[in-house]
């Protein structure tokens, strides 16, 4: 790892929330892209999502979703249950900004895809009883529509569309069809 993007880390930490937000900022930018330094950070990001700070849980998700695309040796298939587990964490906040990111994991091959979009099916249907079901099925809906535009494959359109039609509340119903009528 260079140490540029190694001080980004380092500035995580910083008591400066200018500092460590311009950090997540470039790391998450670095990690658009497949890098070499994936697994200098794998073992400490995956402690960081049970960790006691919810800013520490929430960035360790994001960031190990992003670095899906730079892990050849598929070590998100093992670790996917517990970036999975902070999308339902109790600061929504934090669940929210993972759920929010863990389309990305879709990015690294087909069994990565299919892991994500059946949990994210999944969890569209089971999510009526948990609190702001609503903006988690909107999430959801978006997860899939940013997929699709990375991956152009039929089948994830499909399946979103789909979602939307088991959608009861009009309202809601109209809502999410306006993530899929953006370009």
């Not at 919810?54 to 670095?67: D, E, I, P, V």
């Not at 690294?108 to 099916?121: F, N, R, T």
């Not at 359109?157 to 309202?171: P, R």
Request: hydrophobic share 35%.
């Amino acid at each position: 790892m260079d140490s540029k993007t190694q001080s980004y880390f380092e500035n995580l930490n910083s008591k400066d929330k200018e500092v460590q937000y311009e950090a997540f900022q470039n790391i998450l930018a670095a990690t658009m892209e497949e890098v070499d330094w994936a697994y200098e950070v794998w073992d400490q990001l995956k402690e960081g999502l049970s960790d006691s700070d919810n800013h520490t849980r929430s960035r360790a998700a994001q960031f190990l979703s992003s670095l899906a695309i730079s892990d050849p040796e598929k070590r998100i298939l093992n670790d996917f249950s517990q970036i999975w587990e902070v999308t339902k964490d109790k600061k929504f906040v934090t669940a929210r900004h993972s759920l929010q990111s863990i389309w990305k994991i879709g990015l690294a091959g087909p069994e990565q895809k299919q892991m994500v979009i059946h949990h994210l099916v999944d969890r569209f249907h089971h999510c009526i009883d948990e609190k702001n079901y609503t903006l988690i099925r909107f999430d959801i809906i978006q997860g899939l529509k940013n997929l699709y535009d990375e991956v152009e494959d039929e089948d994830i359109k499909q399946t979103a569309l789909d979602l939307i039609e088991t959608e009861e509340d009009e309202k809601y119903r109209k809502k999410y069809l306006t993530v899929w009528k953006k370009k």
